[in-house]
Every structure is written in structure tokens, then in C-alpha cells.
């Protein structure tokens, strides 16, 4: 079983919708929560970060974590087609970045 | 300023040919971290380098990889023999370096990527 499990999708929205991504863990130890977003042929960027459980927002985009849960989400708001690419969740405690396998979003004009 | 840069950007071998990527990080950054990045299974850490120190070989999948980062700079993954599963994309990515190999607790403590190489073994 993997640390970090993340449905790959894809996912296809139109424009203009809601958008929850997730990922679900299974080491307690995690502490550092992140997203990551991946435009085709490039390199991931640090999307948003995370310390602990909570809510953060930044623009259009609002990351959770539940650590009780063992259970995170990225939402991103009135999507564009711009946003339309793999996002990665990602995460640490003193070991190194998890990655999860990634979701494929599609944001349709 | 530029970014982290890796070459070839895409290599095609042959079955148990041995192939060099190579990564130039961030000017300054001392931390430097190659990912493989293959269908179906994210993004698989392979090696840390942190300035001066050892390294971290704990994610090499096997002992036909091999790298090494030069004057604190430059690093060289090596797949020697390579093999068909070995195909994948190889991404490098650096930071500042201040701590562990997973300080993120600031924004300057990200890790940065290239673009990665796209490897196809035949």
C-alpha cells in the first residue's frame, strides 16, 4: 500500500466550476502538507503549503488538512482553463517529499 | 534569474546502454534532489545532496544508478546497463538548502524543479 494514495483521474470540468482534489495518507507522522501543480513537459511548482492541520486560501485556491483524518484537499474556485493541469499533493515530516500519483485536471472553456 | 536546467530534455538508448542526465540547479542553492516520475507511480525520490555532506543514495532503486554533484554545483545521474522499466522522466530539483531535506516551512525552503529529462529505453 502506498503512503500517499491520490486518485489519478482524469478529472474534466467546465469552466467556471469547483474543483476538490485529495489525497488521503496513511503515516502519522506526516506534518507538512503541500500541492504541487505540473504543466505538461514541465517541471511540478509549489502550489500552496501547509503546516499541521487547518485551512489556508490563497486567491482562488483553499488547501485542508485533516490530520485526524489523515485526509487533505486542494479546492480551486471559478476555474479557468488555465488550471488545467496534473496536480501532485505532496508531503513530509524529517525524510523527504511523498508524492502522490498525481490528478490530471482538465478545465473545459 | 534562471531556474533549474536539465539535458538532454529527452534521451532515447537501447537496452543496457549506460546514460548520463545532467542537472544545473539554482545558482546558490546548496540542496539538490533527483525524482524518477513514471506512469502510475508520482514522483519517486532517488537521491539528496545537501552541500559538503554525503548524500542521501536511499531512494536508488538499484545499484545501476549512481550520481554525483561536482563542486557542490552540478550533478550527474548515471543509469549504467539500462533497462526498459528504467524509462521515465528524471526530474532534478534544488533549494536554499537551510536544514533538512524537507525544510518547506518557508517559501524559500521550496523545492524548485527543471523540466526534467524524458528517458525511453528500447
Known amino acids: 500500500q502506498k503512503e500517499v494514495e491520490q486518485d489519478p483521474g482524469p478529472l474534466s470540468v467546465p469552466e467556471g466550476a469547483i474543483v476538490s482534489l485529495n489525497c488521503t495518507y496513511s503515516?502519522?507522522?506526516?506534518?507538512?502538507f503541500m500541492w504541487y501543480r505540473q504543466y505538461s513537459r514541465k517541471g511540478p511548482e509549489l502550489l500552496m503549503y501547509?503546516?499541521?492541520?487547518g485551512n489556508k486560501e490563497d486567491g482562488r485556491f483553499t488547501a485542508q488538512v485533516d490530520k485526524s483524518s489523515k485526509y487533505i484537499s486542494l479546492f480551486i474556485r471559478d476555474s479557468q482553463p488555465s488550471d488545467s493541469a496534473t496536480y501532485l499533493c505532496?508531503?513530509?515530516?524529517?525524510?523527504?517529499?511523498?508524492f502522490g500519483e498525481g490528478t490530471q485536471l482538465t478545465v473545459n472553456p | 534569474g534562471a531556474g533549474v536546467s536539465q539535458s538532454p530534455s529527452n534521451k532515447v538508448t537501447e537496452k543496457g546502454k549506460d546514460v548520463e542526465l545532467r542537472c544545473d540547479p539554482i545558482?546558490?542553492?546548496?540542496?539538490l534532489y533527483w525524482y524518477r516520475q513514471s506512469l502510475g507511480q508520482g514522483l519517486e525520490f532517488l537521491i539528496y545532496?545537501?552541500?559538503?555532506?554525503?548524500?542521501?543514495k536511499s531512494g536508488l532503486p538499484s545499484d545501476r544508478f549512481s550520481a554525483e554533484r561536482t563542486g557542490g554545483s552540478v550533478s550527474t545521474l548515471t543509469i549504467q546497463r539500462t533497462q526498459q522499466e528504467d524509462s521515465a522522466v528524471y526530474l532534478c530539483?534544488?533549494?536554499?538548502?537551510?536544514?533538512?531535506?524537507?525544510?518547506?516551512?518557508?517559501?524559500?525552503?521550496?523545492?524548485?524543479f527543471g523540466p526534467g529529462t524524458r528517458l525511453t529505453v528500447l
Open positions: 505532496a508531503m513530509s515530516y524529517n525524510l523527504g517529499l511523498t
Open positions: 530539483a534544488s533549494n536554499p538548502g537551510r536544514g533538512g531535506r524537507d525544510q518547506i516551512v518557508s517559501s524559500y525552503n521550496e523545492q524548485f
Open positions: 501547509t503546516y499541521s492541520s
Open positions: 545532496f545537501q552541500g559538503n555532506s554525503a548524500p542521501d
Open positions: 545558482s546558490g542553492h546548496t540542496a
Open positions: 503515516n502519522s507522522a506526516f506534518q507538512y
